[in-house]
């Protein structure tokens, strides 16, 4: 079956630094990986995707992720955090043999501190 | 646009009631899901489709049906609530059934059953 993992339930970082949020996959062929954002009762935002091809993939506000095949991997990066980017954010995988099926990680809750 | 709404944002309900989770779209979106978010588990698909007059299961689609008559609307009813099925509701829509596509959320029903 196909899950992501986020082993971080939460992540703190000063504002200016860089941030990682973690994800790990186990898909048994080439994943469909996703990034989303939660902010308080909101909906989830899309932040980027991972198709194919580069493996640094650039997304919404400043947001990039790091498609690493040899660790199943798929961390969520922004050089210099903001205040402003603390939220819930989610991974997620397409599901390998049915195309209309997501699965998402538990969520890592981002505290940027001023 | 209005983007994907959903309706009520708030409702309580005793075991054993029937009711309706509201969700409609106006981006002429062929794919519409609905998920469920708990606390430490991420979201996990109840149900999708693929277009009007298809449907399919998710992940835990036990006690929610669903129905799509048009393209905009994708209601999901619980026929007998239970205290199971406290929750966060959103629904999920995107352009089509090839699933590189992003997903537009609605901002969630708060369901309480006691």
């Known amino acids: 079956a196909q899950s992501v993992a986020q082993p971080e339930d939460q992540v703190n970082v000063a504002e200016g630094n860089p941030l990682t949020v973690k994800c790990t996959y186990s898909?048994?062929?080439?994943?469909?990986l996703f990034w989303y954002v939660q902010y308080p009762n909101r909906g989830l935002q899309f932040l980027l995707k991972y198709i194919t091809g580069d493996n640094l993939v650039k997304g919404s506000y400043g947001f990039e992720a790091e498609f690493n095949k040899s660790q199943t991997s798929f961390h969520l990066k922004k050089p210099s955090a903001l205040v402003s980017d603390s939220a819930l954010y989610f991974c997620?995988?397409?599901?390998?043999?049915?195309?209309?099926?997501?699965?998402f990680g538990s969520g890592t809750k981002l505290n940027v501190k001023p | 646009n209005a983007g994907v709404t959903q309706t009520p944002k708030f409702q309580v309900l005793k075991t054993g009631q029937s009711m309706t989770l509201q969700c409609a779209q106006d981006m002429n979106h062929e794919y519409m899901s609905w998920y469920r978010q708990d606390p430490g588990m991420g979201l996990r698909l109840i149900h999708y489709?693929?277009?009007?007059?298809?449907?399919d299961q998710g992940e835990v689609p036990n006690g929610y049906n669903v129905s799509r008559s048009t393209t905009e609307d994708f209601p999901l009813r619980l026929l007998s609530a239970a205290p199971s099925q406290t929750s966060v509701y959103f629904c999920?829509?995107?352009?089509?059934?090839?699933?590189?596509?992003?997903?537009?959320f609605g901002p969630g029903t708060r369901l309480t059953v006691t």
């Open positions: 898909v048994s062929g080439n994943p469909y």
């Open positions: 997620a995988v397409r599901d390998l043999y049915n195309f209309n099926k997501f699965y």
């Open positions: 999920a829509s995107s352009y089509s059934s090839a699933s590189n596509y992003e997903q537009y």
């Open positions: 489709s693929v277009g009007a007059g298809i449907t």
